[in-house]
């Protein structure tokens, strides 16, 4: 099982029924990534939890699949698509970590608070290169720092020496903006919502 899986499939129930912190912040994120978007569009989403942003990027997009390596997170999120009566999207237990990868395939791909939470984030930025049909969108939201804030600089390393939690990649924005670029991507929009934690949301595209 994956390092992290055991303790977001004990929160899923909780993490599903939770509010939204900053609602403004998530408007806005979906606003941004449906600019991107059209009713042709073929979209995948890695690290999707409970499924509520695919659901509701699905009625603007052809169709949409969310994946995720908690199985109670997938669990929750079919449930939710079968109470909204969404046909077109679907979800699946999967890792982009051990993800097998075919031709492109997607015009756009959601990676959304999971890149700092990835073994390898540039594995990760190579394979959704690979998946993207080139002029295809990469929209991501990442945390960016160098180390925890507080009491959870303390924490977070010994959760994550016991498996119970992912290991957070330590990077500054530059950093993550140098991966996306050596991974092959041009970036086209750049958003840095306020907050005590620095998060980048990124609109990056495979080139022509």
Wanted: include cysteine; aromatic fraction near 10%.
């Amino acid at each position: 099982m994956a390092r992290g899986a055991t303790l977001f499939n004990l929160m899923a129930r909780r993490y599903s029924r939770a509010p939204i912190a900053d609602m403004a912040s998530y408007e806005k994120k979906l606003a941004i990534t449906r600019k991107y978007l059209t009713p042709e569009s073929e979209v995948f989403e890695f690290g999707c939890g409970t499924g509520s942003t695919a659901l509701l990027h699905a009625p603007y997009v052809k169709h949409i699949h969310g994946t995720d390596y908690a199985t109670k997170m997938i669990e929750i999120a079919n449930e939710k698509r079968a109470e909204a009566g969404v046909q077109n999207a679907t979800f699946a237990v999967d890792n982009i970590d051990t993800l097998e990868i075919s031709e492109a395939r997607y015009d756009a791909i959601l990676g959304l608070n999971i890149l700092h939470l990835l073994e390898n984030v540039d594995n990760a930025l190579q394979k959704v290169h690979t998946l993207l049909k080139p002029g295809g969108y990469f929209i991501s939201s990442s945390v960016c720092m160098t180390r925890p804030p507080g009491v959870f600089r303390f924490i977070l390393p010994v959760m994550g020496f016991l498996q119970i939690f992912p290991r957070i990649e330590s990077m500054n924005e530059e950093q993550l903006l140098d991966k996306f670029r050596r991974a092959g991507f041009t970036l086209e929009e750049q958003w840095n919502p306020d907050g005590e934690i620095k998060v980048v949301f990124l609109v990056a595209r495979k080139p022509v």
